[in-house]
């Protein structure tokens, strides 16, 4: 496995439900969405030069509450954003930047969202 490949699936791990968690984790983006979620989707800029022997890679984990106009769903956006800060800071992941709520679109559906991005030296 690639260093990618292998950040991509430390945060899945990180990420995964345990002990009764509702949510699920879609390792790469998909046509559809069953919230509440954590998507996972490579940020933009992807991968830029850092040194010689490494790229900084950006992985942006997009936190799915719920469809917009619905009812908010059983996990708030706050409260996906707060597990995934403390998971991925105790799987020894790099800090992450957030951004604020806001829409995010899946095929013809808007979802209430956050996006988290993840920042992280990789040598390739």
């Excluded at 010689?52 to 954003?81: F, K, M, S, Y």
């Amino acid at each position: 496995m690639g260093a990618l490949a292998d950040l991509r699936t430390r945060v899945v791990l990180a990420l995964a439900p345990t002990n009764g968690d509702t949510w699920n984790v879609q390792e790469v983006p998909e046509d559809s969405v069953t919230p509440p979620a954590y998507v996972l989707v490579w940020g933009d800029p992807w991968i830029e030069p850092a040194t010689h022997c490494t790229v900084t890679a950006r992985l942006e984990i997009v936190a799915v509450a719920h469809r917009v106009g619905d009812e908010p769903g059983v996990i708030p956006v706050e409260d996906l954003v707060e597990h995934a800060i403390g998971v991925l800071r105790a799987a020894k992941l790099p800090a992450v930047r957030t951004g604020r709520p806001g829409p995010y679109q899946v095929g013809a559906v808007s979802y209430y969202a956050a996006r988290l991005t993840l920042t992280q030296p990789v040598s390739v």
